[in-house]
């Protein structure tokens, strides 16, 4: 199935969603080491290229992301789930979208600092539509790296939870976001684990 279901992830979903979490982790390991680089380093152009390229395409996919998922919504929770669970859950994947763009509005306002084009990867251009503001490159880079350091941090309490579920919890949450399809457990199973 490459569809959401009220019981499950598609294919698309699943796939876009696991391109997201390594490509960001990937971005954030990459950004630390190349601030480390000096000048005279190789690999200093050439991993902002990089880290510039990439993350102007994980903006793209993050754009489709959303699209899909407003056209595609999500399964209906699992009945375990606690109403505090629920909430929790919504407020966590709102601000992990508005933290994303965040990061990489601030990193395309670093980029753009000078007046330059980004290049991506020699496929295209985009252009710098905001430039030349005082300290826009510093304050930009400060906000940049406080707003990766949280999405990073908010990222990995929002794993801990799907391994929560998985590993305490022993409902199906991780597994739907790996794309497998398991039987729906009773209710009345869940609640008597719960102790309802």
């Known amino acids: 199935m490459w569809r959401n279901t009220d019981d499950g992830y ?3 979903a ?13 971005l954030f390991a990459l950004g630390l080491w190349m601030v480390e680089l000096t000048y005279y380093d190789p690999w200093y152009r050439r991993a902002t290229d990089i880290h510039k390229g990439v993350g102007i395409l994980l903006f793209l996919v993050m754009l489709a992301r959303l ?3 407003l056209a595609n919504p999500r399964p209906a929770p699992e009945s375990t789930h606690s109403r505090l669970e629920r909430v929790t859950s919504a407020i966590t994947h709102v601000l992990l979208y508005v933290l994303m763009f965040a990061v990489m509005t601030a990193g395309y306002l670093i980029s753009s600092a000078d007046g330059r084009a980004i290049d991506v990867f020699g496929l295209f251009t985009v ?18 790296l406080a707003l990766a350091i ?12 799907a391994l929560k579920h998985h590993f305490i919890d022993r409902d199906r949450t ?8 398991t039987p ?6 869940a609640n008597s684990r719960r102790g309802a």
Request: glycine share 12%; hydrophobic share 55%; no cysteine.
């Open 150 to 161: 949280a999405l990073i941090v908010l990222a990995g309490i929002h794993s801990l939870a």
């Open 14 to 26: 699943v796939v876009l969603h696991w391109l997201v979490a390594v490509v960001v982790v990937g």
């Open 10 to 12: 598609g294919w698309v």
């Open 67 to 69: 699209g899909w998922q």
């Open 127 to 144: 252009p710098p539509t905001i430039a030349g503001l005082p300290g826009q490159a510093d304050i930009a880079g400060d906000v940049h």
């Open 184 to 189: 729906r457990p009773l209710r009345s199973n």
């Open 174 to 181: 991780l597994s739907r976001m790996l794309g497998r399809r």
